[in-house]
């Protein structure tokens, strides 16, 4: 009795001593890391709640196992391949990608297959059976007829460039099942397809689809793609995290995705991206406290060295939603600068230099006193504009606008038509003012009416601009 209690203490501390730092023994990602000293300085209230999910752990480390006991760079003894390849019970895998023998139940070869079903969602969705000839790993999927992977299999599938061809059509396959498009064979970065937000969809309602995307992460990691596993986990990470989509496979993206990735560096940069856009940060548990301590200590670095640059965590370009912001203020920019003359046109910001600027605020005055008092008219410049405005010639518009140093309407309409106040350089002889002072004092005679008309037809602006 004594025995068994005291056993299950040290199990209680070894699960407290577990739950407490994140560590776990089902995750190798950061072993070769050397312990650091706590500080208190970076540290997060982590929730109590907040445990990693050790099944999945445990399945991941396996599966990162179970291919390092394979040696795939390995010049295999071709001679001991060769009896391999004639026992066709062996490589039953191979011999389908080869398009040689068709997949059980259904009946069908690779190529017929990626003719006939590419598309067919509804077919891709309902059957289960293909999965596991599509994407051969070296664990036993739920079809029966299908199985795993052998290590002279994987060596034999590595070396034939033809059914590494067809495997990435198949992938190119599942891609537009999920509204994914490959963007780059070379470096297996992929983006959004077209028909993107149907699919996203389907792959949220119908959550077996994400057993099938950790399946083709594997195989591409067995295969001959590991390159190709870190672009699709971060795809999914961005989806998931920063874009708020698909909230049904969140989970797994982050217990399996982002964990059956073989390159161990390319893993610790995933794990660290999702620890910056998770949210809240005190219930992730994908990696140890320790590491998490470092990235907020990293983070806060990166921060004090730049800190006028809002950018992605590399670090090297900007922000989507900066580009966003600036291409349309851009684009806004530009749509004013076609509708709207610019400063230089109608003379704003030359009244500094204007050789008339001191007959200008002379007769500030004399404007003040003609809006405060709706009796009161100015006959003199009434007569002189209205005489130059008669004349209808190009000596006329040059005087006036000798005198109001800018066109006189072009400007003083849209002030008044927006309600928004004149420039500061206006006069009593700009016939932007009498107009605005016809509209605030309607006791006004109907020769200033009659004058505001007359100057726009001598400029041709009969209000569009107001329009």
């Given at each position: 009795m004594g025995d068994t209690s005291s056993r299950n203490e040290g199990d209680q501390r070894d699960f407290l001593t577990e739950y407490d730092s994140f560590d776990t023994q089902y995750d190798s990602t950061w072993e070769d890391d050397c312990p650091e000293t706590p500080?208190?300085?970076?540290?997060?209230?982590?929730?109590?709640?907040?445990?990693?999910?050790?099944?999945?752990?445990?399945?991941?480390?396996?599966?990162?196992?179970?291919?390092?006991?394979?040696?795939?760079?390995?010049?295999a003894d071709d001679e001991e391949l060769g009896d391999v390849y004639y026992q066709r019970y062996r490589i039953p895998n191979l011999l389908f990608y080869q398009n040689r023998i068709k997949f059980h139940p259904d009946g069908v070869l690779i190529e017929e297959f990626h003719e006939k079903w590419y598309g067919d969602y509804s077919r891709l969705e309902g059957v289960h059976s293909y999965i596991q000839w599509l994407?051969?790993?070296?664990?036993?999927?739920?079809?029966?007829?299908?199985?795993?992977?052998?290590?002279?299999?994987?060596?034999?599938?590595?070396?034939?460039?033809?059914?590494?061809?067809?495997?990435?059509?198949?992938?190119?396959?599942?891609?537009?099942?999920?509204?994914?498009?490959?963007?780059?064979?070379?470096?297996?970065?992929?983006?959004?397809?077209?028909?993107?937000?149907?699919?996203?969809?389907?792959?949220d309602r119908n959550t077996h689809n994400s057993l099938r995307i950790t399946r083709i992460l594997k195989c591409l990691g067995i295969l001959g793609f590991e390159h190709y596993q870190a672009p699709l986990v971060?795809?999914?990470?961005?989806?998931?995290?920063?874009?708020?989509?698909l909230p049904r496979v969140k989970q797994s993206v982050l217990d399996y995705f982002m964990f059956s990735v073989l390159n161990t560096s390319e893993r610790k940069e995933l794990i660290r991206f999702a620890f910056e856009k998770f949210e809240p940060m005190e219930e992730?548990?994908?990696?140890?406290?320790?590491?998490?301590?470092?990235?907020?200590?990293?983070?806060?670095?990166?921060?004090?060295?730049?800190?006028?640059?809002?950018?992605?965590?590399?670090?090297?370009?900007?922000?989507?939603?900066?580009e966003i912001q600036k291409h349309n203020e851009e684009a806004s920019n530009a749509s004013s600068a076609r509708n709207v003359p610019n400063d230089e046109s109608r003379g704003v910001g030359k009244a500094d230099t204007n050789p008339n600027l001191m007959m200008h605020n002379n007769q500030e005055d004399q404007q003040?006193?003609?809006?405060?008092?709706?009796?009161?008219?100015?006959?003199?410049?009434?007569?002189?504009?209205?005489?130059?405005?008669?004349?209808?010639?190009?000596?006329?518009?040059?005087?006036?606008?000798?005198?109001?140093?800018?066109?006189?309407?072009?400007?003083?309409?849209?002030n008044v038509e927006m309600d928004?106040?004149?420039?500061?350089?206006?006069?009593?002889?700009?016939?932007?003012?009498?107009?605005?002072?016809?509209?605030?004092?309607?006791?006004?005679?109907?020769?200033?009416?009659?004058?505001?008309?007359?100057?726009?037809?001598?400029?041709?602006q009969t209000g569009s601009m107001a329009d």
């Open positions: 500080s208190s300085e970076f540290n997060i209230q982590w929730s109590r709640n907040a445990r990693r999910n050790t099944y999945a752990a445990k399945d991941m480390q396996n599966f990162r196992k179970m291919i390092q006991k394979v040696n795939c760079d390995d010049a994407f051969p790993i070296q664990e036993k999927g739920m079809n029966y007829d299908s199985q795993p992977l052998t290590p002279e299999e994987i060596k034999l599938f590595r070396k034939d460039h033809s059914v590494k061809k067809r495997l990435l059509k198949s992938y190119e396959l599942m891609l537009d099942f999920y509204g994914i498009k490959l963007l780059d064979e070379e470096t297996g970065k992929v983006c959004r397809a077209e028909h993107w937000e149907e699919r996203f969809k389907n792959l971060h795809f999914f990470l961005t989806e998931t995290l920063v874009e708020e989509r992730f548990v994908w990696c140890p406290k320790r590491i998490q301590r470092r990235f907020l200590k990293e983070i806060k670095t990166r921060k004090a060295e730049t800190p006028e640059n809002n950018r992605d965590p590399s670090g090297s370009e900007t922000c989507e939603c900066e003040k006193q003609l809006s405060l008092n709706p009796d009161h008219t100015d006959t003199t410049t009434e007569n002189q504009n209205t005489s130059n405005t008669y004349k209808g010639s190009e000596e006329s518009e040059a005087q006036l606008h000798c005198i109001n140093n800018k066109p006189p309407i072009t400007a003083s309409r849209d928004i106040d004149p420039p500061n350089q206006e006069d009593v002889c700009d016939p932007a003012a009498t107009e605005k002072s016809i509209h605030h004092n309607s006791g006004m005679g109907e020769s200033l009416c009659y004058f505001g008309s007359l100057v726009a037809s001598s400029h041709g």
